[in-house]
């Protein structure tokens, strides 16, 4: 038998996993996302860094554990908050566990049917994705919001229909309050 190493190592401050593999979606990657099309077209001058992603994954399989931190950054679109694409596992039954590092955030989660729940996130909170639940993150602060993701390696992403359609609801800031709305484009 051929065992794996055992891995151990320090998440930086800056939520940076030292060796990990980096992904950056910037605005421009997220054409079709936000509701406000004018908003989203004059931002794009800038093209932000919307989140990086830092992620530590092993091959396919079953019974194995990925892992990544994300840097989602501070910032709206219109009303709406800057957040993660979303998706659905491609092998849709797999869960998955959130950790709150650093910042103030949410996470928007939906089942295929559309019902959503909201759960608020700050340094601390674990958040449990059931299996068969579209999750996306949401910074509502004004600095990054940082967390650590735990999946299984064969869950792989679903984007398509998050893409397509979006959440049931989206997440605003409207007379300096977070509020949740519902999507004018969601359609079932
Ligand atoms: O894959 P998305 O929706 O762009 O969001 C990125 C985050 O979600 C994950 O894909 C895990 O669900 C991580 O790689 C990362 O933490
Ligand atoms: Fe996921």
Do not use: C
């Amino acid at each position: 038998m051929e065992y794996k190493k055992p891995l151990g190592v320090k998440i930086e401050e800056n939520g940076v996993i030292p060796g990990a593999k980096k992904l950056v979606r910037r605005l421009s990657d997220m054409k079709g996302y936000f509701l406000d099309e004018e908003a989203y077209e004059e931002l794009l001058k800038e093209d932000p860094v919307v989140y990086e992603v830092y992620a530590v994954e092993q091959e396919e399989k079953d019974g194995d554990l990925n892992f990544a931190t994300t840097v989602l950054y501070p910032g709206k679109v219109g009303k709406e908050f800057f957040f993660t694409k979303g998706h659905f596992h491609a092998r849709a039954d797999r869960a998955e566990i959130y950790y709150g590092i650093k910042g103030k955030g949410g996470m928007l989660l939906q089942t295929p049917e559309g019902e959503v729940e909201w759960i608020p996130m700050e340094p601390g909170t674990v958040v449990y994705v059931p299996p068969y639940w579209a999750h996306r993150t949401v910074n509502t602060g004004d600095e990054p919001f940082i967390f650590l993701a735990i999946y299984p390696a064969d869950a792989g992403h679903d984007y398509g229909s998050i893409k397509e359609k979006g959440f049931a609801k989206l997440v605003i800031e409207e007379d300096g309050e977070v509020k949740l709305v519902d999507n004018p484009r969601w359609k079932e």
